[in-house]
């Protein structure tokens, strides 16, 4: 998929995803705070652009919202620090990591891979992109989720567990980041269950609104 940036084209490489990394979503699904960041990835076949309609996913019954604050990486790196995180920053937006909680559980129980309850087709659905800036404090992005008008997450990205220029550093120090890559920065409580034909509205005052729908 071909990310578009103000007038620049980004092709979509990795979609790295951080679990765990707003302390009142790891209260409500009844975990603990991981000492380091959790990290899963899905393909970017998974990506959904604003506007499109959302198939109901058939091999799970619980699917469920979890709004995020997503990075673009547009200045490849290894190793990166965390001093000089921000400037392998092309931009920022918000997304949806669509999750089958019911199938994840399970997979929890057996300790298998989350895959088939993650990394599914259209479980990436992506806002449009903001060119980062010096004007966007990446301690300080506000964003909700609303489903039908009715608020159901709200969030800042001050409140992660492990922030942003933190997750770089983490995960270049493993992969080398590529132009391209996204970065899925974990969910606020407040995730919940979605239904048939049910509106989806991403919102923050510094990223825009972006919406989806269920059919
Ligand atoms: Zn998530």
């Given at each position: 998929?071909?990310?578009q940036?103000?007038?620049?084209?980004?092709?979509?490489?990795?979609?790295?995803?951080?679990?765990?990394?707003?302390?009142e979503?790891?209260?409500?699904?009844?975990?603990?705070?991981?000492?380091?960041?959790?990290?899963?990835?899905?393909?970017?076949?998974?990506?959904?652009?604003?506007?499109?309609?959302?198939?109901?996913?058939?091999?799970?019954?619980?699917l469920?919202?979890e709004?995020?604050?997503?990075?673009?990486?547009?200045?490849?790196?290894?190793?990166?620090?965390e001093?000089?995180?921000?400037?392998?920053?092309?931009?920022?937006?918000?997304?949806?990591?669509?999750?089958?909680?019911?199938v994840?559980?399970?997979?929890k129980k057996k300790?298998?891979?989350?895959?088939i309850?993650?990394a599914?087709?259209?479980?990436?659905?992506?806002?449009?992109?903001?060119?980062?800036?010096?004007?966007?404090?990446?301690?300080?992005i506000?964003f909700?989720c609303?489903?039908?008008?009715?608020?159901?997450?709200?969030?800042?990205?001050?409140?992660?567990?492990?922030?942003?220029?933190?997750?770089?550093?983490?995960?270049?120090?493993?992969?080398?980041?590529?132009?391209?890559?996204?970065?899925?920065?974990?969910?606020?409580?407040?995730?919940?269950?979605?239904?048939?034909?049910?509106?989806?509205?991403?919102?923050?005052?510094?990223?825009?609104?972006?919406?989806?729908?269920?059919?």
């Amino acid at each position: 998929m071909t990310l578009q940036l103000g007038a620049q084209n980004y092709s979509a490489q990795r979609i790295f995803c951080i679990g765990k990394n707003y302390a009142e979503h790891v209260k409500e699904l009844g975990g603990r705070a991981p000492g380091q960041p959790v990290v899963f990835m899905k393909p970017a076949t998974c990506l959904v652009s604003p506007g499109e309609t959302i198939r109901m996913p058939a091999h799970g019954n619980n699917l469920h919202h979890e709004a995020e604050v997503v990075v673009l990486i547009g200045t490849p790196g290894k190793d990166i620090a965390e001093s000089d995180a921000a400037s392998h920053i092309a931009g920022l937006t918000l997304g949806l990591d669509l999750t089958l909680r019911d199938v994840q559980s399970d997979l929890k129980k057996k300790g298998w891979p989350w895959e088939i309850s993650k990394a599914f087709d259209q479980s990436a659905p992506l806002g449009t992109l903001t060119p980062y800036g010096d004007t966007l404090p990446l301690d300080n992005i506000p964003f909700q989720c609303s489903v039908n008008g009715a608020v159901r997450q709200t969030g800042n990205s001050g409140e992660m567990l492990f922030a942003i220029p933190y997750l770089i550093h983490f995960l270049s120090g493993i992969w080398e980041l590529k132009e391209g890559d996204l970065i899925f920065t974990g969910t606020p409580s407040g995730v919940g269950p979605l239904e048939m034909r049910d509106r989806v509205t991403l919102h923050s005052d510094l990223l825009g609104t972006f919406e989806w729908t269920l059919a």
